[in-house]
């Protein structure tokens, strides 16, 4: 699927796949990222609510992809 490695982060989420009742929003992960100048491989709508994903490169060109699939 992917050529390299690759980490995946999924707000809401606990390592069990069962949603938390509280998280950051991948929206308001995304803004803080951008608000440190880090540049974004692909970005989360922020005009919308809900599941969502950004992706961001690592300094050796792995992807990092910040997927939020809960409300």
Do not use: Y
Not at 17 to 32: G, S
Not at 44 to 50: F, H, K, P, Q
């Amino acid at each position: 699927m992917f050529e390299c490695n690759a980490l995946t982060f999924n707000p809401g989420w606990t390592s069990q796949a069962q949603a938390l009742k509280e998280f950051e929003d991948v929206r308001e992960i995304q803004q803080n990222l951008k608000a440190r100048g880090l540049p974004l491989a692909s970005e989360a709508d922020e005009s919308t609510t809900g599941p969502a994903s950004l992706t961001l490169i690592d300094p050796d060109g792995n992807p990092i992809l910040i997927d939020q699939h809960v409300e």
